[in-house]
């Protein structure tokens, strides 16, 4: 700073020029002895065995040793820990006869209370007039803040690891809560119809993301059978939400009352309440029925409604397709009060009743996204279809479904019940569902 | 994928929502988010103007359902105007063609 003052120190103002030389120079008579001893580092010269043969007084301080207890009675490695000693026994000494000098080398120095000091040591060989080694130099400085600098840092990424194994394990404790709720929404198996099979396909569009559509086929009084697929408005774990409340809402609803406008009006009545208050109207399209079979006759009775679903698609034995209109039904849980429209069918052998959610008929087809597969194509395609048993038709289904691959990018559910004709072969799958 | 523009006016019979571009997922929002600034007093109809709509996705659908709410916690009535086939077809499945008042143009929707 004095060196500063005077170098910039305006040349024509001669006396604060003279202050500033007088200021230098006074630090130029500091001594030699005092820049030793003082030094803000660790000063040290040994014999070439270790002895040491002058010490400054800076790192005695550090020590918290006399000189009289140093100079000429201890070597340097004395002044080590155990690890110092063994690390300049092993690399510091052996580099430093090769190399004549080492520089910047971590070890611990002991002090006279029991601590350990950390420093960073550089040490090099004074050579006589005819080459030979004559003493060893060495400057010893505190490396104690760095240390605790790399301790932090050490303190830091050990936090950081505990952070990413507790994410992790919070991660894994997600996806079994996932894998739980998911299985909640949709069936694990369809059960054993009397006469008849029933066969399901869920796609879902993404793996993480937990379904908006659902479906399910379950008893209801010994002899007939429930049965539902629909789709809720919305995505991620509010659609989870609605999908749950209103699957188990249609199940409770079917014991109650198993007529299908009836079931579906319960549950046009708990959507409305739970959601019309907010401001943000939750809905969903459902298609609810009940199968009445007859093993006996070979054949069974279907009496389904819909609330704004797209209507079923009945397959028939002959190689026919057609859909079944329930036209005019709105979607369920928007208005207080909602018509929703029924419809019969019978199924004799051979025959299937096709539902499905509007992922299939809205997948693109085109780059366009008003190219979608759409209504014909699909009854087109359930005409090539008919006449086989639901489990075929299924997969027949779900080989279109991949066949769209990214064009197919909402959640899809599928879901047929049919009566296998006499010659189809029955099998341990036939009420199994895919997923 | 078209962006979704709005403007509204206000006719003698209640204002004019016109709608144009896509009225999807990522848009729905801004359409859900302008309705409380439209005012529609009893009696008044909320006319919708769907002419220049490109596409209508299940969230369109949520923000038309959403528009009809308003316009009938206002005394008033939602009238949607011009509507797209596409948009009219997925209307029909729902079932929403049998609940909303549709128009085939603001003129008559607006009575003017």
Not at chain 1, 107 to 136: D, N, W, Y
Not at chain 1, 224 to 253: H, I, N
Not at chain 1, 361 to 366: I, K, L, S, V
Request: include cysteine; hydrophobic fraction near 40%.
């Amino acid at each position: 700073m004095m060196a500063r003052a005077g170098q910039y120190s305006d040349p024509h103002d001669a006396d604060d020029d003279k202050t500033a030389q007088a200021a230098f120079a006074a630090l130029l008579e500091d001594s030699a002895e005092d820049l030793y001893e003082s030094a803000p580092c660790g000063y040290l010269s040994t014999l070439m065995d270790g002895t040491i043969a002058k010490i400054n007084s800076t790192l005695l301080g550090w020590l918290g040793l006399a000189r009289s207890d140093v100079v000429g009675r201890l070597r340097f490695t004395d002044l080590l820990t155990v690890g110092g000693k063994l690390y300049h026994e092993t690399h510091f000494a052996p580099l430093l006869r090769m190399q004549g000098q080492i520089s910047g080398i971590a070890l611990e120095i002991k002090q006279a209370g029991g601590g350990r000091m950390p420093v960073l040591v550089s040490s090099v060989v004074k050579h006589g007039t005819t080459g030979e080694p004559l003493l060893i130099r060495t400057t010893v400085f505190d490396a104690r803040d760095r240390r605790a600098y790399e301790e932090e840092l050490l303190r830091r990424q050990q936090s950081a690891e505990e952070a990413r194994r507790q994410a992790e394990a919070d991660r894994a404790r997600l996806q079994d809560t996932f894998a739980v709720l998911q299985q909640s929404l949709l069936p694990d198996t369809l059960p054993e119809l009397p006469g008849a099979e029933a066969a399901a396909h869920y796609h879902t569009a993404s793996p993480d993301r937990l379904g908006g559509d659902f479906y399910d086929v379950f008893p209801l009084d010994g002899k007939r059978f429930g049965f539902f697929l629909g789709d809720v408005c919305g995505k991620g774990p509010q659609a989870a939400a609605l999908t749950s409340l209103t699957r188990y809402t249609l199940r409770a609803a079917a014991l109650h009352d198993p007529d299908p406008v009836s079931a579906l009006t319960t549950l046009n009545k708990v959507l409305h309440e739970r959601y019309s208050a907010g401001g943000d109207p939750r809905y969903c399209t459902a298609v609810f029925g009940t199968i009445d079979p007859d093993p006996d006759a070979g054949r069974l009775t279907v009496h389904l409604a819909s609330g704004g679903h797209p209507p079923a698609v009945v397959l028939r034995a002959d190689g026919t397709a057609a859909y079944l209109p329930t036209p005019g039904g709105l979607l369920v849980g928007v208005l207080p009060a909602a018509p929703f429209t029924d419809a019969s069918t019978t199924l004799g052998p051979g025959d299937t009743l096709l539902l499905y959610t509007d992922g299939l008929t809205e997948a693109r087809t085109g780059k366009d996204r008003t190219s979608l597969y759409g209504d014909e194509a699909l009854l087109a395609f359930a005409a090539t279809q008919a006449g086989r048993p639901p489990h075929a038709v299924i997969e027949a289904l779900g080989g279109l479904l991949t066949g769209f691959g990214d064009g197919l990018d909402d959640d899809t559910a599928l879901l047929a019940i049919g009566v296998p004709s006499s010659d189809d072969q029955t099998s341990e799958d036939r009420t199994s569902s895919t997923r | 994928m078209n962006a979704l523009k709005m403007s509204t006016r206000d006719t003698a019979s209640g204002p004019v929502l016109e709608v144009a571009g896509d009225l999807d997922y990522l848009n729905a929002g801004q359409f859900r988010d302008l309705l409380p600034t439209i005012t529609v007093r009893p009696g008044q109809r909320l006319v919708v103007d769907l002419g220049a709509l490109d596409f209508c996705d299940s969230s369109g659908i949520t923000a038309l359902i959403a528009a009809h709410h308003h316009a009938q916690s206002g005394g008033g009535q939602l009238v949607l105007a011009a509507v797209p086939a596409n948009t009219l077809r997925i209307l029909s499945i729902v079932g929403l063609d049998q609940v909303l008042t549709i128009h085939p143009d603001s003129e008559v929707a607006t009575g003017a």
